[in-house]
């Protein structure tokens, strides 16, 4: 799970596999296709963050070499939301 500024760049993320339920722990290798994973995710934000807008993405990558998986369309980055701090 990232945040992204609203030039795309890299605010703050929050890595690690699945956890399913809370219960599950599944591994990208483990991902099935048209499968429903529900994760938690929490975003520590930075202290001194600027107030705007920002996206809310959701990027999922193989742990051992780092490659992302692409969505139907071949992009890599779902955009989740977008979100204004004040």
Do not use: K
Request: aromatic share 6%; net charge negative; hydrophobic share 40%.
């Amino acid at each position: 799970l990232r945040l992204l500024d609203s030039a795309g760049n890299l605010v703050t993320q929050h890595d690690g596999p699945i956890i399913h339920y809370g219960v599950e722990t599944v591994q990208t290798s483990q991902l099935q296709p048209d499968r429903l994973y529900i994760d938690h995710r929490t975003l520590e934000l930075p202290p001194d963050l600027a107030a705007g807008d920002y996206t809310l993405a959701l990027i999922v990558y193989q742990s051992w070499d780092g490659v992302q998986l692409p969505l139907v369309g071949g992009s890599t980055l779902l955009t989740l939301q977008t979100i204004s701090i004040f």
